[in-house]
């Protein structure tokens, strides 16, 4: 074995070998299903270290359930279409969408999400992902168009998505319609303005707003119905500012008395409360803003300004009419969209919607069938849920996407959808593919010129993992009951949990509106990375300077993939370059004590019958004890922890005390019993494979080197990664032998400490060495293992002292030097 291990050399090779060999093939894995429904990394910029850190402890999960006996398909996917790529085509290929146009743009798209692709395809293979790379799919694929357009079509048919002229969520920035789910709270400074209006006889009126530039927008002034201030105006009108125009005055119990004057004005739309007055007084609409964000060129001076600069006119003229008495500064929520952070404005447009306001408790339910990783995660969900107030919006008024498959018939409110054999199809690029009915012979047929919501297809992978491992024929109903049952649900969801609102939550849905039954099993909660500024890392934040081809240029994949273990699983954490540390320590350490044990065990049988002395029964026991909790750490999904328990048996008992207490049986084997000596070398063989075993998820690389150079030709399997842990995680139980070595091993280090306080080196030979202890059985023991101890304390002769206690020190005469320690183990 080469002296360093030069991590850059070792791990093309081994990427090589697996790639050759097929080694994480589902096929190649005999055993249960176990399948993931692995995240899609959104195609908007290269990736950051944050991307790094979730989807290898995907991989730790991955790799120890295959190796605890599961055929683990682990597909994986892109998601390279919507808003999101289209913004980051634009900025990487400095184009508009509507300037170059949408055919030649979707081209575009097309071609660049490609090479992006393949660069993270590239890197996600350089930190030794163990995916099943022959099943990944593009969810703007032909494959994935298909299984998308198909659940738009049934669930059209079964009623959860209906097609309404509503208000909407809107972002003037993207210029698309948005969901629920895209919005982030911010606060923000602001101004609560007291405006004046007049009432029929021209008394003033005063409402108090943070949004005077909607005055053109005013459709109601309302107060509360207990409110013996307004009583009197009840039918009366009122004029607005500027305006000019009279709008009625009425009494409604959502409008609070406390707040401002208490009456407020209602506009189409300022908020969701004017959105529910609108819908309850059945109020005129009256609109402002423009899609592109621009004020209307019915709003006077305001034509053709946007936001702010209408709100500063706005104050302006109020403020010279004298119809603006007060300004208040304040802060406030406002609701900005969560891809371009700009505030959302809510403008009616028609629009398709999914139907999930009538099924929150079924939603919620759902998530008691479902584990939970970590438990607590669960109150996130169910709290969104329950705070839902708007059915999720489909639509998006973009270019690259998934097409609605519909055509509209002039003139009406009816549609018509293809048939799915003829999926998937661009309602824009071609005709109606079935027969027009007759009652709508003659009227044309208009295509639908939105695309989906792509949430609307992520939430959908479930089907897209199932339809690619074709168990479902091209031509069967990919989301019948039969047909689900056979995969669904499927193991585990991992993700972040950013977007249990979005990806978990509408992927339950899809699933119980299709066939009833929860996605998955159980998910996984990961947190992010955290920049300095305790921000998530992110492309759009402009934070993620610490790229992983830079970090893979310095450090080993299996360090990175150390860093990646650190965290609590669901919990944020900091970027550590201190763990990176750790963990390369943790690799050349690994590398040479395997050196040493590849010396002493070439000739050794693993498979072979040796009878052990309490040294290797207490380490085989601690080996057992050391699994038995890895493995209770990982069930949950806790692989920090886990990770903790293999590095402690590493480390401490194996490295600092076994291979010290041996290494005198290694180097002068002719003073030790030919049968211990065998034995030791057995116990470094076997415990040496248990620890690659356990260290195989988190490190890769460096594990499958050593097993090439020192178990793969003994063990008959080709790749450490094949092995399973029931073949070699026996299970050993020697109390006795603990509780001999724990003393043995208290009297090594009372010794050593004794040799360094007198400035001697560890291998100095001391004359004798005093063993002060009560326990006449274990001192009976501890003479059986006499020569153990003299090799390990280089003592020429040791005695016991069973009677009274002895100080622990060290005393020089002309014999030499003579340690005295003292042992409280008990009768």
């Not at 993207?174 to 004046?196: G, K, P």
């Not at 992927?507 to 099993?521: D, E, G, L």
């Not at 699994?627 to 600092?656: I, M, P, R, V």
């Amino acid at each position: 074995m080469d002296k360093r291990y030069e991590h850059k050399d070792y791990e093309a090779k081994i990427r090589s070998k697996w790639d050759q060999e097929k080694t994480y093939a589902q096929e190649q894995h005999e055993g249960p299903m176990w399948s993931i429904d692995t995240p899609p990394p959104t195609v908007s910029g290269n990736l950051h270290i944050g991307h790094i850190f979730s989807y290898t402890q995907t991989d730790i999960v991955a790799r120890y359930k295959r190796m605890r006996g599961f055929s683990v398909y682990y597909p994986f996917g892109f998601d390279d279409n919507g808003l999101p790529t289209e913004r980051y085509i634009e900025k990487k290929c400095n184009v508009y969408a509507p300037t170059i146009g949408r055919s030649a743009f979707i081209d575009l798209c097309l071609k660049e999400t490609h090479e992006a692709e393949q660069q993270f395809m590239d890197l996600w293979q350089r930190m030794g992902l163990s995916v099943n790379w022959e099943h990944c799919y593009s969810t703007i694929s032909p494959q994935t168009r298909k299984i998308s357009q198909q659940s738009f079509i049934e669930l059209v048919n079964k009623g959860y998505i209906y097609r309404k002229h509503e208000p909407a969520l809107y972002c003037t920035t993207c210029r698309t319609s948005v969901a629920q789910a895209e919005l982030d709270d911010h606060q923000e400074a602001s101004f609560f303005n007291d405006i004046v209006f007049k009432d029929e006889q021209g008394n003033p009126l005063i409402i108090g707003t943070t949004r005077p530039e909607l005055l053109y927008s005013c459709v109601a002034l309302l107060y509360h119905p207990q409110d013996e201030r307004y009583q009197h105006l009840a039918g009366k009108q009122a004029q607005v500012p500027l305006a000019g125009h009279m709008v009625p005055i009425l009494a409604d119990d959502l409008v609070s008395m406390e707040k401002g004057t208490g009456l407020v004005m209602c506009c189409t739309f300022g908020d969701k409360t004017d959105i529910l007055w609108f819908k309850k007084h059945n109020l005129p609409y009256k609109q402002s803003i423009g899609f592109d964000g621009k004020w209307t060129a019915d709003t006077g001076s305001l034509a053709g300004l946007k936001v702010a600069d209408a709100r500063t006119r706005v104050v302006q003229e109020l403020e010279a009419h004298k119809a603006l008495i007060n300004r208040r500064p304040i802060e406030h929520s406002v609701s900005l969209h969560e891809r371009c952070k700009k505030p959302i404005e809510y403008l009616m447009l028609k629009q398709w919607f999914l139907n999930i306001l009538d099924y929150k408790q079924e939603f919620i339910a759902l998530a008691e069938q479902i584990s939970w990783y970590p438990a607590f995660m669960k109150a996130r969900y169910v709290d969104w849920v329950q705070n839902l107030n708007w059915d999720w919006c489909l639509s998006r008024q973009r270019f690259f996407g998934i097409p609605f498959p519909v055509w509209h018939v002039e003139g009406t409110d009816k549609f018509l959808l293809p048939p799915v054999s003829a999926l998937p199809i661009d309602p824009q690029e071609t005709a109606y593919p079935g027969e027009v009915p007759a009652e709508f012979a003659g009227r044309k047929l208009i295509a639908d010129t939105d695309v989906m919501d792509t949430w609307n297809t992520s939430s959908l992978t479930p089907y897209i993992c199932y339809q690619m491992l074709n168990l479902n024929p091209q031509d069967a109903d990919l989301f019948s009951d039969a047909a689900a049952q056979k995969f669904i649900p499927m193991s585990m969801r991992p993700q972040a949990h950013d977007i249990i609102r979005t990806w978990a939550f509408y992927t339950i849905v899809k699933s119980w509106m299709h066939n009833k039954q929860i996605p998955w099993s159980s998910i996984v909660i990961s947190g992010h990375v955290l920049a300095d500024a305790k921000e998530k890392l992110s492309k759009s934040k402009g934070n993620a300077s610490l790229s992983p081809e830079n970090l893979l240029q310095t450090y080993s994949a299996d360090t990175v993939r150390y860093w990646t273990a650190s965290g609590n699983l669901g919990q944020d954490v900091a970027f550590s370059d201190n763990q990176l540390k750790i963990g390369t320590r943790l690799v050349t350490k690994l590398w040479n004590a395997f050196r040493f044990i590849y010396e002493h065990t070439q000739e050794v049988d693993v498979a072979a019958k040796v009878t052990l002395s309490v040294e290797h029964q207490w380490l085989v026991h601690e080996a057992s004890a050391t699994y038995t909790s890895y493995e209770h750490y990982l069930e949950k999904n806790e692989f920090g922890l886990a990770l903790k328990s293999a590095e402690e048996f590493f480390w401490q008992h194996f490295c600092d005390n076994f291979l010290e207490l041996v290494k005198d049986q290694l180097f002068n084997p002719d003073a030790y019993d030919a049968a211990r000596v065998a034995a030791t070398r057995w116990t470094l063989a076997h415990v040496g494979l248990r620890i690659l075993q356990w260290f195989a998820p988190y490190m890769p690389f460096v594990t499958e080197t050593l097993y090439e150079a020192m178990y793969k030709s003994k063990v008959g399997i080709a790749s450490l990664h094949a092995t399973k842990f029931l073949s070699v995680q026996q299970d050993h139980i020697f109390p006795r032998s603990v509780e001999i070595m724990n003393v043995l091993l208290a009297i090594v280090a009372q010794v050593r400490k004794l040799k360094t306080e007198q400035q001697l080196a560890l291998n100095y030979q001391l004359a004798s060495l005093t063993i002060g202890i009560h326990d006449t059985a274990m001192i009976q023991d501890l003479q059986a293992a006499q020569q153990l101890i003299k090799g390990a304390t280089k003592a020429e002769l040791i005695t016991f002292e069973p009677k009274g206690t002895i100080q622990t020190h060290m005393r020089q005469d002309d014999t030499g030097w003579h340690a005295y320690t003292c042992q409280q183990a008990k009768e």
